[in-house]
């Protein structure tokens, strides 16, 4: 069974999403809790953070696509001022849900 998987739980007044996220080969639980209040709580690596749900943002950095050795940099969440890499699978999960809508690329510029 793979482990990065995003679990997603709704209820009438929130919604709670479980996954990983990945840094230098290891992984660590995420939990992000979508409140009612348009807030959001972020607990990550032990650290427990809260902003406003419109400041979630899904990154994909196409700069670390050329090296090879980046390629766990790729994608990413910015939640206002925390931010943290997610793997490729999360990635592909987590844009599915209307939670995760805002996203934006960082790429070359010339």
Not at 13 to 26: E, T
Not at 96 to 110: A, K, L, N, P
Request: hydrophobic letters at 40%; one cysteine or more; proline letters at 4%.
């Amino acid at each position: 069974m793979q482990k990065d998987l995003v679990r997603c739980e709704r209820y009438p007044d929130r919604a709670f999403f479980s996954f990983v996220n990945l840094f230098n080969g290891i992984r660590t639980p995420v939990n992000m809790v979508f409140m009612p209040d348009d807030t959001v709580i972020v607990v990550v690596g032990g650290a427990q953070y809260r902003c406003k749900s419109d400041l979630v943002i899904v990154l994909t950095d196409l700069t670390s696509v050329e090296c090879k050795k980046l390629d766990d940099l790729t994608y990413s969440i910015k939640a206002d001022q925390l931010s943290f890499y997610i793997p490729y699978i999360v990635y592909t999960q987590l844009v599915s849900y209307s939670e995760f809508c805002r996203q934006e690329v960082i790429s070359h510029t010339d």
